[in-house]
């Protein structure tokens, strides 16, 4: 974190802030059957922590994307406890769906830390950060997806529903 008090920011220094949490393991809990050997369009990753409630309105949403078939589900929890409800939530879906991943990482990395691993976890060419308490239309990917590869753009930003 950086501290203010110090001196003044400086917008032109480059930090490395996915090293800084390299020495934390996300181990892999749950998996969908024959995810190992698939490869993805896209990514949608999940950063969660302790809201098993809300999270199930995400994944709900995030499984539900209409016309596109080739992409994963990662759900990465930065409690390094196991929490019971997100445990059997998680072991659920992934018997239940093809497409889902969970991981639980060995320590919690805060909240940056932790949309980091999803990124660093991701293995789409495209990457959609859904937070745990937020839902996702069903043509979102669709759309977003037709976006990016029409304007052949390496960064897209999609926030409520406009489209940067």
């Given amino acids: 974190m950086y501290d203010f008090s110090d001196k003044p920011l400086n917008w032109y220094d480059i930090n490395d802030y996915f090293h800084r ?6 181990n892999l809990i749950y998996e969908s059957a024959g995810m190992s ?25 995030a499984i ?3 016309g596109i078939n080739n992409y994963e589900i990662i759900v990465v929890d930065n409690d390094d406890l196991k929490d019971e409800a997100t445990d059997k939530l998680m ?9 889902i991943r969970y991981y639980r990482n060995d320590s919690n990395i805060g909240i940056t830390g932790n949309w980091n691993r999803c990124i660093e976890l991701a293995r789409g060419k495209w990457v959609v950060l859904l937070h745990d308490d937020d839902v996702m239309l069903k043509s979102y990917l669709k759309t977003t997806l037709y976006w990016a590869n029409k ?3 390496t960064l897209l930003g999609v926030f409520h529903t406009d489209l940067y």
């Fill in 21 to 26: 949490h390299s020495g934390v393991e996300s």
């Fill in 151 to 153: 304007s052949n753009c």
């Fill in 91 to 99: 072991q659920s879906y992934c018997k239940k769906y093809k497409n």
């Fill in 37 to 61: 050997e698939r490869q993805f369009t896209a990514t949608i990753a999940i950063p969660t922590y302790r809201r098993s409630r809300l999270l199930v309105r995400a994944i709900d949403s």
């Fill in 64 to 66: 539900h994307q209409a």
